[in-house]
């Protein structure tokens, strides 16, 4: 009977302390089972992180006024004691007039008699002095495409591409003679402007290092290397127009530049712009908000130094850029 009893309670002991190790192992494996829920969460965020993103550029664009010598109407950038002729006869057909020849009546002269004409003058000159000696670009409007890949929320490999149309614009004179404002020993010399126009594609590639901030913004610098082309529009001085007789009826543009040859692709007369392409490399630092959800916007600042090349002018300056980025 004992050993009955023995056995009985034995298998109790047994059957006690089996369900308690259940108990056991089943309340261990609720906390690792939300500890494991707890790491594919975060495991979702960073890979949510990673991956291709895309924004719109949109912003300014200030150019280094040291190529905008290009346009000053005499053909020629000077640099200290250095100088540069922008135009060369490289076979071409290309043909640069300074503002002195494109005056001249001797080779234009029924737009040189126009100007002669609604001043009511016999004759003008150029004086020595008359290209601008500072003349520089106008702030211009700058697009263009972010295409990111994120390694993660801090790093990432950044592809940018800009473009932007330049304008410089600044004044020349020139100085007429026989016209009734010539008194007491004084010349008539007028101001008039000249303008030059130029577009430019700015592609970069780099690295991006971010640092998180409060919430999902983050601060960010870029490094990178780039590419300029540099495209040189138009150059052109605007100048009173009119007939014999009837004084000026307002104003007209003369392009400094021609294409002269005669068998070439466009219309002769016509300039047939080149694109000279530059190397260089910058940092673009700002700040990235998440606005909803994976909409983003960032402001930067991007800070480069480029090679600009334009026709036979060439030299490196450091540019600017103010952008901000929209998107996903």
Request: glycine residues 10%.
């Amino acid at each position: 009977m004992k050993s009955i009893k023995f056995t009985w309670i034995v298998a109790l002991l047994v059957l006690i302390v089996g369900e308690a190790q259940g108990q056991m192992l089943k309340n261990k494996t609720i906390p690792m089972t939300s500890f494991l829920q707890d790491d594919d969460e975060d495991g979702w965020d960073e890979e949510d992180e990673s991956g291709f993103s895309i924004t719109l550029n949109l912003g300014a664009y200030f150019a280094n006024k040291k190529s905008a010598q290009v346009y000053n109407g005499s053909g020629i950038v000077v640099d200290g004691n250095e100088f540069q002729f922008v135009f060369e006869d490289d076979g071409s057909g290309i043909r640069y007039f300074a503002i002195d020849e494109r005056l001249n009546i001797n080779l234009f002269p029924a737009q040189t008699q126009s100007v002669l004409d609604a001043v009511g003058a016999t004759g003008l000159s150029i004086p020595y002095d008359s290209s601008p000696a500072n003349m520089g670009y106008q702030p211009s409007f700058v697009i263009g495409l972010n295409l990111k890949y994120n390694f993660n929320n801090t790093a990432a490999v950044v592809l940018d591409l800009n473009t932007t149309r330049l304008k410089a614009v600044d004044v020349f004179t020139i100085q007429f003679i026989g016209t009734g404002q010539q008194q007491n020993a004084q010349n008539d010399v007028r101001p008039y402007t000249i303008t030059g126009e130029e577009q430019r594609i700015f592609l970069s590639l780099g690295y991006r290092q971010g640092w998180e901030l409060k919430g999902k913004n983050k601060i960010y610098c870029d490094f990178f290397g780039n590419m300029l082309m540099s495209q040189l529009r138009s150059n052109y001085i605007t100048v009173p127009s009119g007939q014999s007789g009837t004084g000026s009826t307002g104003f007209t543009d003369l392009q400094l530049i021609t294409y002269s040859r005669a068998n070439n692709a466009v219309a002769p007369g016509q300039y047939n712009p080149k694109a000279g392409i530059g190397f260089g490399f910058g940092i673009g630092p700002g700040v990235e908000f998440v606005l909803k959800e994976k909409i983003r916007m960032d402001l930067g600042l991007i800070i480069s130094r480029d090679k600009v090349k334009i026709e036979q002018y060439g030299d490196n300056m450091i540019n600017y850029q103010v952008v901000a980025r929209f998107g996903i």
